[in-house]
Protein backbone atom coordinates (compact mmCIF):
# COMPACT_ATOMS: atom_id res chain seq x y z
CA UNK A 1 0.00 0.00 0.00
CA UNK A 2 1.37 3.44 -0.74
CA UNK A 3 1.22 5.67 2.24
CA UNK A 4 1.04 9.06 1.23
CA UNK A 5 3.17 11.65 3.32
CA UNK A 6 1.96 15.20 4.59
CA UNK A 7 3.47 17.70 6.96
CA UNK A 8 2.93 20.77 9.01
CA UNK A 9 5.78 23.30 8.26
CA UNK A 10 6.59 26.30 10.25
CA UNK A 11 9.53 28.07 12.20
CA UNK A 12 8.82 27.07 15.17
CA UNK A 13 7.29 23.76 14.59
CA UNK A 14 8.25 21.66 17.65
CA UNK A 15 5.29 22.33 19.41
CA UNK A 16 2.35 21.41 17.06
CA UNK A 17 -0.24 19.26 17.37
CA UNK A 18 -1.14 18.89 13.70
CA UNK A 19 0.50 15.54 13.60
CA UNK A 20 -1.28 13.92 16.50
CA UNK A 21 -4.21 15.55 15.11
CA UNK A 22 -4.37 13.98 11.86
CA UNK A 23 -2.79 11.10 12.96
CA UNK A 24 -6.00 10.14 14.73
CA UNK A 25 -8.38 11.20 11.77
CA UNK A 26 -6.48 8.71 9.92
CA UNK A 27 -7.16 5.96 12.30
CA UNK A 28 -11.18 6.70 11.68
CA UNK A 29 -10.98 5.56 8.35
CA UNK A 30 -8.02 3.28 8.05
CA UNK A 31 -5.82 5.05 6.11
CA UNK A 32 -2.27 5.32 5.99
CA UNK A 33 -1.18 8.68 6.63
CA UNK A 34 2.16 9.83 7.28
CA UNK A 35 2.45 13.40 8.51
CA UNK A 36 5.44 14.99 10.09
CA UNK A 37 6.77 18.07 11.66
CA UNK A 38 8.40 19.97 8.83
CA UNK A 39 11.22 22.83 10.30
CA UNK A 40 11.91 25.46 7.65
CA UNK A 41 14.68 28.01 7.86
CA UNK A 42 13.23 31.52 8.14
CA UNK A 43 14.75 32.46 4.58
CA UNK A 44 14.19 28.98 3.26
CA UNK A 45 10.19 28.22 3.57
CA UNK A 46 10.28 28.36 -0.74
CA UNK A 47 13.55 25.80 -1.15
CA UNK A 48 12.10 23.37 1.98
CA UNK A 49 8.39 22.80 -0.09
CA UNK A 50 10.48 22.17 -3.53
CA UNK A 51 11.96 19.55 -1.76
CA UNK A 52 8.89 18.07 0.09
CA UNK A 53 7.56 18.17 -3.56
CA UNK A 54 10.58 16.18 -5.16
CA UNK A 55 10.42 14.13 -2.15
CA UNK A 56 6.96 12.90 -3.35
CA UNK A 57 4.56 14.70 -0.55
CA UNK A 58 1.20 15.61 -1.24
CA UNK A 59 0.63 18.25 0.82
CA UNK A 60 1.08 20.38 3.93
CA UNK A 61 -0.14 22.86 6.44
CA UNK A 62 1.92 26.09 6.69
CA UNK A 63 1.80 27.67 10.21
CA UNK A 64 3.85 30.59 11.53
CA UNK A 65 5.09 32.82 10.03
CA UNK A 66 5.22 31.76 6.72
CA UNK A 67 0.94 32.04 5.70
CA UNK A 68 1.68 34.55 3.61
CA UNK A 69 5.11 32.81 1.45
CA UNK A 70 2.67 30.39 1.00
CA UNK A 71 0.10 32.19 -0.39
CA UNK A 72 2.50 33.42 -2.84
CA UNK A 73 4.32 30.50 -3.80
CA UNK A 74 0.89 29.21 -4.90
CA UNK A 75 0.53 29.30 -8.69
CA UNK A 76 -3.42 28.33 -7.53
CA UNK A 77 -5.68 29.84 -5.12
CA UNK A 78 -9.26 28.71 -3.36
CA UNK A 79 -11.40 31.73 -2.40
CA UNK A 80 -10.86 30.98 1.04
CA UNK A 81 -7.04 31.68 0.28
CA UNK A 82 -8.33 34.79 -2.05
CA UNK A 83 -9.90 36.19 0.94
CA UNK A 84 -7.27 35.46 3.58
CA UNK A 85 -4.55 36.74 1.00
CA UNK A 86 -2.61 33.85 3.10
CA UNK A 87 -3.03 29.90 2.54
CA UNK A 88 -2.47 27.09 5.41
CA UNK A 89 -3.05 24.33 3.25
CA UNK A 90 -1.19 23.85 0.55
CA UNK A 91 -2.09 20.59 -1.68
CA UNK A 92 0.84 19.47 -4.46
CA UNK A 93 -0.47 18.11 -7.82
CA UNK A 94 0.59 19.78 -10.92
CA UNK A 95 0.17 23.30 -9.66
CA UNK A 96 0.52 24.37 -5.93
CA UNK A 97 -3.30 24.77 -4.73
CA UNK A 98 -3.07 27.31 -1.99
CA UNK A 99 -6.54 26.99 0.62
CA UNK A 100 -7.24 28.61 4.16
CA UNK A 101 -9.06 26.53 6.60
CA UNK A 102 -8.66 28.74 9.90
CA UNK A 103 -11.91 30.63 8.76
CA UNK A 104 -13.88 27.71 8.53
CA UNK A 105 -12.23 26.27 11.28
CA UNK A 106 -13.26 28.97 13.68
CA UNK A 107 -16.66 29.41 12.22
CA UNK A 108 -17.24 25.61 12.79
CA UNK A 109 -15.99 25.76 16.37
CA UNK A 110 -18.18 28.73 17.12
CA UNK A 111 -21.30 27.67 15.47
CA UNK A 112 -21.48 23.83 16.00
CA UNK A 113 -19.51 23.02 18.30
CA UNK A 114 -20.26 25.51 20.75
CA UNK A 115 -23.50 26.30 19.51
CA UNK A 116 -22.93 29.71 19.52
CA UNK A 117 -24.76 31.36 16.30
CA UNK A 118 -22.54 34.65 14.74
CA UNK A 119 -26.08 35.12 12.66
CA UNK A 120 -27.88 38.42 13.76
CA UNK A 121 -24.78 39.07 16.13
CA UNK A 122 -23.19 41.96 17.50
CA UNK A 123 -19.45 41.09 17.01
CA UNK A 124 -15.89 42.68 17.86
CA UNK A 125 -12.69 41.63 16.53
CA UNK A 126 -9.54 42.15 18.32
CA UNK A 127 -6.31 42.36 15.91
CA UNK A 128 -5.85 43.07 12.15
CA UNK A 129 -2.55 41.06 11.20
CA UNK A 130 -2.83 37.67 9.31
CA UNK A 131 -4.92 35.87 12.29
CA UNK A 132 -7.43 38.41 12.04
CA UNK A 133 -7.66 38.70 8.22
CA UNK A 134 -7.48 34.97 8.00
CA UNK A 135 -11.12 34.51 9.61
CA UNK A 136 -12.73 37.92 8.83
CA UNK A 137 -14.69 36.75 6.39
CA UNK A 138 -15.95 33.03 7.21
CA UNK A 139 -16.92 35.24 9.76
CA UNK A 140 -18.92 37.67 7.90
CA UNK A 141 -20.53 35.60 5.61
CA UNK A 142 -22.14 33.82 8.49
CA UNK A 143 -24.27 37.10 8.49
CA UNK A 144 -23.41 39.15 11.71
CA UNK A 145 -25.35 42.05 12.40
CA UNK A 146 -22.67 44.48 13.24
CA UNK A 147 -18.67 43.89 12.88
CA UNK A 148 -16.18 45.94 14.99
CA UNK A 149 -12.51 45.34 14.03
CA UNK A 150 -10.41 47.29 16.67
CA UNK A 151 -6.67 46.96 16.92
CA UNK A 152 -3.61 48.61 18.00
CA UNK A 153 -2.69 50.24 15.47
CA UNK A 154 -6.10 51.99 14.90
CA UNK A 155 -5.29 52.62 11.04
CA UNK A 156 -4.61 48.70 9.89
CA UNK A 157 -8.68 48.28 11.38
CA UNK A 158 -9.69 51.18 9.69
CA UNK A 159 -8.30 49.57 5.94
CA UNK A 160 -9.42 46.28 6.81
CA UNK A 161 -12.88 47.14 7.69
CA UNK A 162 -13.06 49.74 4.72
CA UNK A 163 -12.26 46.67 2.62
CA UNK A 164 -14.52 44.50 3.46
CA UNK A 165 -17.48 47.17 3.92
CA UNK A 166 -17.06 48.06 0.51
CA UNK A 167 -17.95 44.81 -1.03
CA UNK A 168 -21.51 44.45 -2.44
CA UNK A 169 -21.72 40.87 -0.25
CA UNK A 170 -21.46 42.37 2.50
CA UNK A 171 -23.44 45.38 2.26
CA UNK A 172 -25.84 44.45 5.40
CA UNK A 173 -23.90 43.93 7.53
CA UNK A 174 -22.30 47.08 9.48
CA UNK A 175 -18.10 47.09 9.45
CA UNK A 176 -16.38 49.29 11.37
CA UNK A 177 -12.61 49.66 11.98
CA UNK A 178 -10.77 51.58 15.15
CA UNK A 179 -8.78 51.55 17.94
CA UNK A 180 -9.01 50.28 21.34
CA UNK A 181 -9.57 53.25 23.20
CA UNK A 182 -13.21 54.36 21.43
CA UNK A 183 -14.66 50.80 22.83
CA UNK A 184 -15.82 51.92 26.07
CA UNK A 185 -19.68 53.02 24.50
CA UNK A 186 -20.86 49.29 23.63
CA UNK A 187 -21.09 45.77 24.77
CA UNK A 188 -20.57 42.62 22.08
CA UNK A 189 -22.55 39.35 21.77
CA UNK A 190 -19.32 38.01 21.31
CA UNK A 191 -15.66 38.94 21.39
CA UNK A 192 -12.87 37.12 19.17
CA UNK A 193 -9.63 37.66 20.37
CA UNK A 194 -7.10 37.38 17.01
CA UNK A 195 -4.24 39.40 18.36
CA UNK A 196 -0.75 37.49 19.64
CA UNK A 197 -0.70 39.98 22.67
CA UNK A 198 -1.62 36.56 24.98
CA UNK A 199 1.97 35.10 23.41
CA UNK A 200 3.92 37.77 25.98
CA UNK A 201 1.13 37.54 28.74
CA UNK A 202 0.40 40.93 27.57
CA UNK A 203 -3.52 42.30 28.71
CA UNK A 204 -5.27 44.43 25.75
CA UNK A 205 -5.86 47.85 26.87
CA UNK A 206 -9.60 47.30 26.20
CA UNK A 207 -12.71 48.72 28.44
CA UNK A 208 -14.29 46.36 30.55
CA UNK A 209 -17.84 47.94 28.71
CA UNK A 210 -17.19 45.56 25.85
CA UNK A 211 -17.93 42.21 28.45
CA UNK A 212 -21.51 41.25 28.25
CA UNK A 213 -22.61 38.50 30.65
CA UNK A 214 -23.70 35.10 29.08
CA UNK A 215 -21.80 36.37 25.65
CA UNK A 216 -18.83 34.55 24.26
CA UNK A 217 -15.28 35.57 24.44
CA UNK A 218 -13.06 33.56 22.02
CA UNK A 219 -8.89 33.22 21.78
CA UNK A 220 -7.80 32.02 19.21
CA UNK A 221 -4.71 31.16 20.97
CA UNK A 222 -5.10 27.86 22.66
CA UNK A 223 -2.89 25.84 25.34
CA UNK A 224 -2.60 28.97 28.13
CA UNK A 225 -5.62 31.14 29.72
CA UNK A 226 -4.69 34.53 28.57
CA UNK A 227 -5.41 37.84 30.19
CA UNK A 228 -8.21 38.60 27.80
CA UNK A 229 -9.67 35.31 28.68
CA UNK A 230 -9.34 35.88 32.39
CA UNK A 231 -10.88 39.31 32.27
CA UNK A 232 -13.85 37.58 30.25
CA UNK A 233 -14.34 35.03 32.89
CA UNK A 234 -14.40 37.44 35.68
CA UNK A 235 -17.32 39.39 33.37
CA UNK A 236 -19.22 36.03 33.30
CA UNK A 237 -18.79 35.66 29.95
CA UNK A 238 -18.31 31.96 27.89
CA UNK A 239 -14.93 31.74 27.41
CA UNK A 240 -13.25 29.35 24.37
CA UNK A 241 -9.37 28.80 23.48
CA UNK A 242 -8.65 28.08 20.12
CA UNK A 243 -7.89 24.46 20.68
CA UNK A 244 -11.43 24.01 18.93
CA UNK A 245 -10.12 25.79 15.92
CA UNK A 246 -7.07 24.33 15.11
CA UNK A 247 -9.00 21.24 15.19
CA UNK A 248 -11.62 22.07 12.85
CA UNK A 249 -8.71 23.86 10.12
CA UNK A 250 -7.30 20.47 10.71
CA UNK A 251 -10.42 18.16 9.72
CA UNK A 252 -11.25 20.88 6.53
CA UNK A 253 -7.76 20.08 5.49
CA UNK A 254 -8.27 16.81 5.93
CA UNK A 255 -11.42 16.58 3.79
CA UNK A 256 -9.24 18.90 0.99
CA UNK A 257 -6.64 15.76 0.90
CA UNK A 258 -8.88 12.92 1.72
CA UNK A 259 -12.18 13.50 0.42
CA UNK A 260 -13.83 12.18 3.78
CA UNK A 261 -15.07 14.53 7.00
CA UNK A 262 -13.23 13.04 10.49
CA UNK A 263 -15.56 13.51 13.65
CA UNK A 264 -13.64 16.26 15.24
CA UNK A 265 -14.57 16.47 19.23
CA UNK A 266 -13.06 13.21 20.53
CA UNK A 267 -10.08 14.26 18.97
CA UNK A 268 -10.72 17.43 21.05
CA UNK A 269 -10.85 16.10 24.24
CA UNK A 270 -7.52 13.98 23.01
CA UNK A 271 -5.50 16.56 22.25
CA UNK A 272 -7.02 18.77 25.30
CA UNK A 273 -5.65 15.88 27.65
CA UNK A 274 -1.78 16.03 26.67
CA UNK A 275 0.05 17.78 29.06
CA UNK A 276 2.05 20.04 27.24
CA UNK A 277 0.55 23.54 26.41
CA UNK A 278 1.05 24.77 23.09
CA UNK A 279 1.01 28.58 21.48
CA UNK A 280 0.19 27.15 17.79
CA UNK A 281 -2.20 28.69 16.06
P1 LIG B 1 -0.79 37.13 13.49
O1 LIG B 1 -0.48 36.32 12.27
O2 LIG B 1 -0.72 36.38 14.78
O3 LIG B 1 -2.05 37.91 13.34
P2 LIG B 1 0.53 39.61 13.07
O4 LIG B 1 0.09 39.70 11.66
O5 LIG B 1 1.93 40.06 13.42
O6 LIG B 1 0.44 38.15 13.62
O7 LIG B 1 -0.52 40.42 13.96
C1 LIG B 1 -0.44 40.50 15.35
C2 LIG B 1 -1.69 41.21 15.87
O8 LIG B 1 -1.65 41.24 17.30
C3 LIG B 1 -1.79 42.65 15.42
O9 LIG B 1 -3.15 43.01 15.36
C4 LIG B 1 -1.08 43.37 16.57
O10 LIG B 1 -1.43 44.73 16.70
P3 LIG B 1 -0.67 45.87 15.81
O11 LIG B 1 -1.18 45.71 14.40
O12 LIG B 1 -1.07 47.15 16.41
O13 LIG B 1 0.80 45.55 15.94
C5 LIG B 1 -1.62 42.60 17.74
N1 LIG B 1 -0.78 42.65 18.95
C6 LIG B 1 0.38 41.99 19.18
N2 LIG B 1 0.83 42.24 20.43
C7 LIG B 1 -0.06 43.09 21.01
C8 LIG B 1 -0.16 43.71 22.29
N3 LIG B 1 0.75 43.52 23.24
N4 LIG B 1 -1.22 44.51 22.53
C9 LIG B 1 -2.17 44.71 21.57
N5 LIG B 1 -2.13 44.14 20.35
C10 LIG B 1 -1.10 43.34 20.06
Redesign the pocket.
Known amino acids: MITHRYAVIGNPVAHSKSPLIHAAFAKQFNLEVRYERVLAPLDGFSATVTRLIAQGYKGVNVT?PFKFEAFNLATQHSNSALNAEAANTLTFAHEIYAENTDGIGIVRDIQENLNVKLAGKKILLL??????QGVLHPILEAHPRLLVIA???AN?AFAMAEKAQSQPVFSHISITGQGFENLETQAFDMIIN????GL?D?A?PISHAIFSKGGLAYDMMYGRETPFMKEARAHNMIVADGLGMLVEQAAEAFYIWHGVRPETRSVMNMIKQLPSPSLEQ
Open positions: VGAGGAANRNKATSASSL
